[in-house]
Structures are given as C-alpha cells and as structure tokens.
T-cell receptor, first 111, second 115 residues
C-alpha cells in the first residue's frame, strides 16, 4: 500500500541554521503530499502541500517540492528559529483521501 | 478562522471503563476522520465518515470501539472497555469533501491515559 518514509530524528539545530527533513513516498497513483507540524500537546497543523508533480508548497519560510522522479517531498527552511521547534510529519493522500503519515521528525532549535 | 473542536482535551480512566470523545468539524465539511496517534508515531486512521455514513472503518477495533455521526455533523468515538494499550492521542479531522487534493484540518486532540 501507499506509504511515507521520513528522516528519523531527533534533529537539533542552532538558530538561523539551514533545515532539511527528508521525506520519500511510495504510491501506486498520484497522491497529494503534505507537511504537517505538531507543537507539544496540540493537534496537527497543515504547514504546506503540493498536489501534483513539480509543485512547490511554501509557508512561513518552509518549502517543499513534489519530485515525482525521486518520489520525494523534502522539507527545507533557510534559517530556523527557536519557535520552529516541533514535530514535523510528512504525509500523502491517496485517491480516497486516506492520509498516510510518516513517523514524524522532532526538531529542536537552540538559541 | 474556523477550527475543528474536540473534547475533552485530556481523559484519564481505568481499564475496563467506558470512554467517549466528541468532535465538531468545521462547518460545511462533509468528511470527518478519527485518528489514533501513539506517542512517537504518526496518526493512523480509525474511521472515516462521509456525511453520516461510514466510508472506511477497516482499522477500527470493532470489538471495543464504535463511532457515530448521526446527523452528519458532530461525531462521537467510544471505547468500551478501555485497555492499557488504548493510551494515545485521539485526533479528529475534517475536510470539505473526500479526495486527495482536499486538505484535512485537525482538531487539538484528546489525550487518553488508561491506568
């Protein structure tokens, strides 16, 4: 079945460092791809999404490009802040809108 | 901005007791989902509703879990009896319609602890 594999954490960075969290997917069709963020004790918030190949999703300085040739949707940010500390989930949505989530990557940004 | 509401936010219960969680989706969202998120893992779908009908409950442990959305708006997820392994975050999400391009919006979740 469809699945998502994302980079294991935890990831610890200093403020203003460059962030990459890798995500690859396996799907039989043409899924939509998402990044969600979860702050401690809270539900998931949509960070960005892309619905077709070569689309770039972006929000709050984060961006990810839907790469069909490498089946990837890596999350990047040029300069992280302490407030970006959270758990990040890569996910895909299959034709029935069933979401498949990765295991999550915990990011800690130190001042 | 409209949000998905869930209650309670936290629930502590003893094993073999019954628990119930409530979810109110974003107004006008026809599709509603219940997920279970075990600590350190991503959410896993338990049940999906389209209006008042169950579309997918293949991962719902039906011997102890039940879900309903009687009027196609809010929904209740019940566990009876609760077991130690049910301790997790229970998340509700909604989307305007079903389909891969439709974003699911999540509520804050109910954290269940079974003692």
């Amino acid at each position: 079945g469809d699945s998502v594999t994302q980079m294991e954490g935890p990831v610890t960075l200093s403020e203003e460092a460059f962030l990459t969290i890798n995500c690859t997917y396996t799907a039989t069709g043409y899924p939509s791809l998402f990044w969600y963020v979860q702050y401690p004790g809270e539900g998931l918030q949509l960070l960005l999404k892309a619905t077709k190949a070569d689309d770039k999703g972006s929000n709050k300085g984060f961006e990810a490009t839907y790469r069909k040739e490498t089946t990837s949707f890596h999350l990047e940010k040029g300069s992280v802040q302490v407030s970006d500390s959270a758990v990040y989930f890569c996910a895909l949505s299959d034709p029935r809108n069933d979401m498949r989530f990765g295991a999550g990557t915990r990011l800690t940004v130190k001042p | 901005e409209a949000e998905v509401a869930q209650s309670p936010r936290y629930k502590i219960t003893e094993k073999s007791q019954a628990v119930a969680f409530w979810c109110d989706p974003i107004s006008g969202h026809a599709t509603l989902y219940w997920y279970r998120q075990i600590l350190g893992q991503g959410p896993e779908l338990l049940v999906q509703f389209q209006d008042e009908s169950v579309v997918d409950d293949s991962q719902l442990p039906k011997d102890r879990f039940s879900a309903e959305r009687l009027k196609g708006v809010d929904s209740t997820l019940k566990i009876q009896p609760a077991e130690l392994g049910d301790s997790a975050m229970y998340l509700c999400a909604s989307s305007l319609v079903a389909g891969p391009k439709n974003t699911q919006y999540f509520g804050p979740g109910t954290r269940l602890t079974v003692l």
